[in-house]
């Protein structure tokens, strides 16, 4: 897979390495018709977030060694979920996000400017 475009129309940015994340476990928030969540949203993620995704039945804090995952915690970068990101942004617990991290399909579901109100790399 060639290197998809963040919401700019420009080459994406890796989002993270430590730990790997992304649909492919390749370190960009890439995604195809196969990721139905659409883990297209780069975050830098809030303890905040991940008690609220912990209570939504997605535990991404707590460390899984049989699936050699350490478990994510706070400052981290992580391929979100777009329609997870605007259920947490409706209710106050969206964090911080790289947009030029950001895949170009996150468009489909939130609104550029809305991404651009919590980007941490716009210059």
């Not at 928030?29 to 809030?46: A, L, N, P, Y």
Request: one cysteine or more; aromatic letters at 10%.
């Amino acid at each position: 897979m060639g290197k998809q475009k963040n919401v700019f129309g420009e080459e994406i940015e890796s989002c993270c390495q430590n730990p790997i994340t992304g649909f492919f476990r390749d370190g960009f928030c890439h995604t195809d018709e196969r990721d139905e969540g659409v883990h297209t949203i780069c975050v830098s993620m809030t303890e905040d977030f991940l008690e609220f995704s912990k209570s939504r039945g997605n535990d991404l804090s707590t460390p899984r060694p049989e699936f050699n995952f350490p478990g994510v915690k706070e400052g981290d970068s992580w391929c979100l979920c777009a329609e997870r990101w605007a259920e947490a942004y409706e209710l106050d617990k969206a964090p911080n996000l790289y947009i030029n991290k950001t895949n170009i399909r996150t468009l489909d579901v939130v609104p550029l400017e809305l991404l651009k109100k919590f980007a941490l790399d716009l210059n």
